[in-house]
T-cell receptor
């Protein structure tokens, strides 16, 4: 089976740094995605990792360790508009019994002043 | 480009009624997906399509049917709606340099 775990909720202060962790147990790993979803809106793409290491994109960075089945999303210089849910998703090969993209349940981040 | 659009945005159904949700994309993407999102459950894949005329089951396909007669459209049908199908439904298509999914704005469906 496929399993993705991430914390349910986190709270951080405006201007600070926060790290959202994601662990996964899947078969046929073919990339890990992070999406941002504001309340009542659709998910939007943030980052993609397929090789081990850190990918940086402005205030957001994402890290992957395939051997550990682990990823994190790092948000720097937090702003109030970063309050949202952050979804970790793993792409697997579409073999029998698997689905192409498996999502975690999301981490709801609240940024406070 | 409009990206991914969904029709309707909101709908209320009575148990046993049927309806079709329409998803359209103008990005010439091959792959399209239907998800449902429920509180505490995350996004779960209902059905997907890897090209015109093809469909496949996802994680939670029961009670739903789909069709992909044209590349740009992916239809999700509920033949006999049940209260358990109350949810937010998202359509997505796959593309871009990293093959990320682009999501539509969602359809909020309530079955009473």
């Amino acid at each position: 089976g496929q399993n993705i775990d991430q914390p349910t909720e986190m709270t951080a202060t405006e201007g600070a740094i926060v790290q959202i962790n994601c662990t996964y147990q899947t078969s046929g790993f073919n990339g890990l995605f992070w999406y941002q979803q504001h309340a009542g809106e659709a998910p939007t793409f943030l980052s993609y990792n397929v090789l081990d290491g850190l990918e940086e994109k402005g205030r957001f960075s994402s890290f992957l360790s395939r051997s550990k089945g682990y990823s994190y999303l790092l948000l720097k210089e937090l702003q109030m508009k970063d309050s949202a849910s952050y979804l970790c998703a793993v792409r697997v090969w579409p073999t029998e019994g698997n689905t192409p993209l498996v999502f975690g349940k999301g981490t709801r981040l609240s940024v406070i002043a | 480009n409009a990206g991914v659009t969904q029709t309707p945005k909101f709908r209320v159904l009575k148990t046993g009624q049927s309806m079709t949700l329409l998803c359209a994309q103008d990005m010439n993407h091959e792959y399209m997906y239907w998800y449902r999102q429920d509180p505490g459950m995350g996004l779960r894949l209902i059905h997907y399509s890897v090209g015109e005329g093809t469909t496949a089951k996802g994680e939670v396909p029961d009670g739903y049917n789909v069709s992909r007669l044209k590349k740009q459209n992916f239809l999700l049908g509920l033949e006999s709606a049940a209260p358990s199908q109350t949810s937010v439904y998202f359509c997505a298509s796959l593309g871009g340099q990293t093959y990320e999914q682009y999501f539509g704005p969602g359809t909020r469906l309530t079955v009473t």
